[in-house]
Structures are given as C-alpha cells and as structure tokens.
C-alpha cells in the first residue's frame, strides 16, 4: 500500500495556472502507475492524468490535452500536475491514485487501491 498526500488545490481565475502536488510513500514505487483524477459536485470521478513511474510514459484525458502535465520527481517520491489555461470546468476536487503496475483501462477510478485526501481547485470566470 502506498499513502499519498496531495497539496498545491486553490482558488484562480480563469486562464491562470495551479500545480497540484503528491507525495507518495512507499518501500519501492518502482512499479506503481500514478493518476490523477477529479470529481466535480454531483459528478463520478473522472480520470485527469497518469504516469507509469518507471519508465515516465504519460496518459491525458482529451479534455486536458495541451494544457496539463503529468510529471515525476524520483529524488522526492512526488508526482506534479502542472495545469495552465486553467477553466471554470476544471473546478474539482482533485485526487491522486496509485496501481500496482500498468493496465489498459487507466482512466477506471475504481480499480485503482491507494487515494489520497483530495484538494480542491477552484476556477472562477
């Protein structure tokens, strides 16, 4: 089990950018596959970004394409989630998850076993 801490949520106006933060602690995260995703009031969780950390490849709900990025920071067990351009439809709670390993349907929340607290970010026009 990994325990994840996310930090980085806040209030922007529209345009504007956020990095959202998650520090991950486990024995090895060699072989995990690390996601964010959001929920939105009265919305399912849905998937943001993910990065398999061992090799850095990188997966991107359509929605964000172009505007967030997923990253690693090996020395510090922390991956990032840079969002520019940010919109009044990104407004969320944001989630950081873990999975042992990589598997096709990365963009199921539910098969996903390690969550962290979740941060809010707040996007106003």
């Not at 209030?11 to 996601?35: H, W």
């Not at 090996?74 to 520019?84: E, F, G, P, S, V």
Request: hydrophobic content about 35%.
């Amino acid at each position: 089990q990994v325990q994840l801490v996310e930090s980085g949520g806040g209030s922007v106006q529209a345009g504007g950018p956020l990095r959202l933060s998650c520090a991950a602690s486990a024995r090895t995260l060699s072989r995990y596959f690390m996601a964010w995703f959001r929920q939105a009031p009265g919305k399912d969780r849905s998937f943001v970004a993910g990065i398999n950390w061992s090799t850095g490849a990188t997966y991107y709900a359509d929605s964000v394409k172009g505007r967030f990025t997923i990253s690693v920071d090996k020395a510090k067990n922390t991956i990032y989630l840079q969002m520019n351009n940010l919109k009044p439809e990104d407004t969320a709670v944001y989630y950081c998850a873990a999975h042992v390993g990589f598997i096709q349907t990365y963009y199921v929340a539910k098969l996903y076993t390690s969550w962290g607290q979740g941060t809010q970010v707040t996007v106003s026009s």
